[in-house]
């Protein structure tokens, strides 16, 4: 009778509803976990039949309460964060190294002059003066030496960086496809595959946070996704392959379905792309800013020292050898310099200091330095340590706002795909009297179903 079938469908369709409620309560901390919701309909009567109210609900299947657009958003906010996230603690690094009196430039160079005006206002022939200049001058080649050592630590950090970003994000990769496969498999045979969609979901979300991405679905259920300059990276159950180079200058590529695609550095976008350009845009250009200062302070240097005499009445010798390149020894003094060397007399007159005093002269001198042009000596260190330091105030500003992004988009996706816990509970109670209501319709219709009989008989 149709009231017995209403009432025995209401009450499969509450248990389904239950089900998924309580699914949705166990799963309530529970990262990426999309909550579900049974979809009920209505079935009407028969055809030609207007006499019946209808037969019941059927559940067509559980629903994923999910919001393609703010997965979409959360993604992106993943790769912002990843983007600047990544080169700050090396922008740290480097302020507080390039900002510590014992280790920077500007106190080094102030320091050598400093020892050459001692020389300059008390004896130009005073031997332990002369060593003073020696010892400023070997402290002064060291600093720069230091520093270049910094750089190139954090060259090799991030080259060994990337190449584990490179790596993870390779099973990353793979483990979308897999899902993928899983998931096209699943919802060919109608068997519930969130569980998994979710899985893939989160994998998508850790591969934003290391490359600018772009996901579409497809027919089938499952995802493509690609870079954001095209490059497919999974397309349905096929994984790509990202492969980084092992050359001086490391470079990217990206394998598919048998063709090899250059990538730049900095496009791929998110923690490999923030990387790059850091090494691109602030990095090189520092170490060779520095590198400049010291070839050019040691080149106008021993220029000047090559115009003077020395103590034995010699032309004057270079100070200083600047090799470019060099992993630890980039400027230094050349070996076997005496303190009878240092060229300070312009006339080969004992006692002369018209040469030393064209050297003091030199600090005042501009020279030319990347990324700053034509900057005096005395100012250039200066001006190389306050721009790294915008350079770190600005990516620690573009870093708070992506979070600030990343933590609203992910709010916003949990406003809609998350787990509720006050309304959990309101639908259990409600799902609940559903069912004990579909009973009571039952117990109901057996009454009349047992009266009907009595009267009979």
């Known amino acids: 009778m149709s009231i017995m079938n209403n009432a025995l469908s209401g009450a499969l369709a509450s248990q389904l509803a239950l089900a998924a409620t309580s699914q949705n309560i166990a799963n309530l901390q529970t990262k990426g976990y999309t909550r579900q919701a049974a979809l009920l309909t209505a079935i009407g ?47 740290t690094q480097l302020e507080r190294v390039m900002g510590d009196d014992a280790a920077s430039l500007s106190a080094g160079v102030d320091k050598f002059f400093e020892a050459l005006n001692a020389v300059a206002g008390v004896d130009p022939t005073s031997t332990p003066l002369r060593q003073q200049v020696l010892t400023a001058a070997g402290t002064m080649a060291q600093r720069f030496n230091n520093l270049n050592n910094v750089f190139n630590a954090q060259l090799q950090s991030l080259r060994q960086q990337r190449s584990a970003i490179v790596s993870s994000a390779n099973a990353t990769i793979n483990n979308i496809a897999s899902l993928n496969r899983q998931i096209t498999i699943a919802a060919a045979t109608g068997t519930n595959h969130s569980a998994l969609v979710d899985a893939r979901d989160q994998a998508i979300d850790t591969l934003a946070s290391q ?16 870079l954001k300059t095209g490059q497919a990276l999974v397309i349905g159950a096929v994984p790509g392959k990202l492969v980084a180079g092992t050359g001086a200058t490391q470079t990217f590529s990206l394998e598919f379905a048998g063709t090899s695609f250059q990538l ?32 050019q302070i040691a080149a106008k240097v021993n220029t000047q020292l090559a115009a003077g005499f020395t103590m034995g009445g010699a032309a004057g010798g270079p100070l200083f050898q600047f090799t470019p390149g060099s992993p630890s020894d980039m400027l230094k003094i050349v070996a076997g310099y005496e303190t009878d060397d240092l060229a300070f007399s312009a006339d080969n007159t004992p006692g002369d200091s018209t040469n030393l005093q064209r050297i003091i002269a030199i600090k005042n001198q501009p020279i030319t330095v990347t990324s700053l042009g034509a900057v005096l ?33 992910v709010d916003d996706w949990k406003s809609t795909s998350g787990v509720n816990q ?15 209501a579909n009973m009571k319709v039952m117990s109901v219709a057996n009454a009349l179903f047992d009266a009907t009989l009595a009267m009979m008989a």
């Open 422 to 436: 006050d309304e959990e509970a309101i639908n259990l109670v409600e799902f609940q009297n559903m069912y004990q």
């Open 45 to 91: 009567p028969q055809s030609g039949n207007n006499r019946s109210a209808g037969n019941g609900v059927a559940v067509n299947n559980l629903m994923r309460i999910s919001d393609d657009y703010k997965n979409q958003q959360m993604w992106r906010a993943a790769s912002g964060v990843g983007r600047h996230a990544q080169s700050q603690p090396y922008l």
């Open 377 to 409: 000596i005395a100012d250039a260190d200066t001006q190389l340590t306050g721009k790294l330091a915008v350079d770190s105030q600005q990516n620690r500003s573009a870093l708070a706002t992506r979070e600030t992004i990343r933590t609203q988009s």
């Open 211 to 226: 490359l600018d991405l772009e996901v579409s679905d497809q027919p089938d259920g499952s995802r493509s996704v690609s």
């Open 264 to 295: 730049d550095s900095v496009s791929v976008g998110g923690q490999l792309g923030g990387l790059g350009a850091y090494e691109r845009d602030i990095l090189l250009p520092l170490q060779k800013g520095v590198s400049d200062m010291a070839e």
